[in-house]
């Protein structure tokens, strides 16, 4: 199919991006006044639901006004590079059938959300057989918890909603983590008398609230300096927080204790450097919003 000119100023000029080869959708409209107001200067779009993500362009012949539409297949072929880890990469090939279905991201962060809760109470069981399950459980939620965004990458099907429902899920999974082993733990000291100096339940409820704040600030963060302000770590296709993965040989080897006590300390640690790196960031943006108030009163 040729290429699609676009309608108003820029009438006549090629579109980069639109290149034969690229199947279209080819619908019409008789009249006018079934249209939208122009945006911007990606042309004019029909006023249905189904539509609302497309990006269309129009060329105009007579009364009728022929539509060449991008579909969402082929937009996202051209603007979803390749995920960097190994965990999304897989992640996106399971995803990749269902971008054409009924199934929406937030339908995935549900599940992530439900084998994350079902994990914590296996947790909180404080029984070897079930800790480990909660602990294959967690881990399994983890790696859920990248189908969703490369469905919404894939499929444009993205929101803000959904952007912050998932956030949600990330942070109550996580505290649910420590909070479950932290639980589980007190129940195996009642049961076998041991005494703890301080109640375990109460270590992993410190690292969960640690982890929530962390969750919270880094959250402002992404929306003040976008995603780069909150990139992790990344070695050979890993990034840290894929350090998760590794927890079923924490509960295998029965080191659940020492892991809570370490996570008691190094939570609330962390989450002070974010506080410094929230901070950091809050003193940096300042003086550029100053800058276009001052522009914008000239």
Not at 95 to 123: C, E, K, Q
């Amino acid at each position: 199919m040729a290429k699609v000119r676009a309608p108003g100023p820029d009438w006549g000029a090629q579109r980069p991006g639109w290149r034969e080869g690229v199947h279209f959708t080819r619908v019409r409209a008789t009249s006018l006044a079934a249209l939208r107001e122009p945006i911007g200067r990606s042309g004019l779009q029909i006023p249905s639901e189904k539509w609302g993500e497309r990006r269309t362009f129009c060329k105009f012949s007579g009364r009728r006004i022929h539509y060449a539409v991008m579909t969402e297949k082929d937009k996202s072929e051209k603007t979803a590079p390749l995920p960097r880890t190994w965990d999304a990469r897989a992640a996106r090939w399971l995803v990749t059938p269902l971008v054409s279905t009924w199934v929406t991201p937030n339908h995935l962060t549900t599940l992530r959300l439900l084998i994350g809760l079902a994990g914590g109470f296996y947790l909180a069981c404080g029984d070897f057989l079930y800790v480990n399950i909660g602990a294959f459980l967690i881990v399994l939620s983890n790696f859920v918890d990248h189908t969703d965004g490369e469905l919404a990458r894939i499929s444009g099907k993205t929101s803000r909603i959904g952007h912050f429902y998932d956030l949600a899920a990330d942070a109550l999974v996580t505290v649910l983590l420590f909070l479950g082993m932290g639980y589980g733990l007190g129940v195996v000291a009642a049961h076998s008398g041991a005494e703890w100096r301080v109640p375990p339940a109460v270590l992993g409820g410190i690292a969960g609230v640690a982890v929530a704040v962390i969750f919270f600030l880094r959250m402002r963060i992404e929306e003040m300096a976008g995603k780069a302000g909150t990139q992790q770590a990344f070695a050979g296709g890993f990034e840290t927080e894929d350090v998760l993965y590794l927890l079923p040989l924490v509960t295998l080897t029965g080191v659940v204790s020492p892991f809570i006590i370490a996570a008691s300390i190094g939570a609330p640690l962390f989450a002070v450097w974010v506080v410094l790196d929230y901070v950091r960031v809050t003193r940096r943006q300042r003086p550029a919003k100053e800058t276009r108030q001052v522009w914008s009163s000239r």
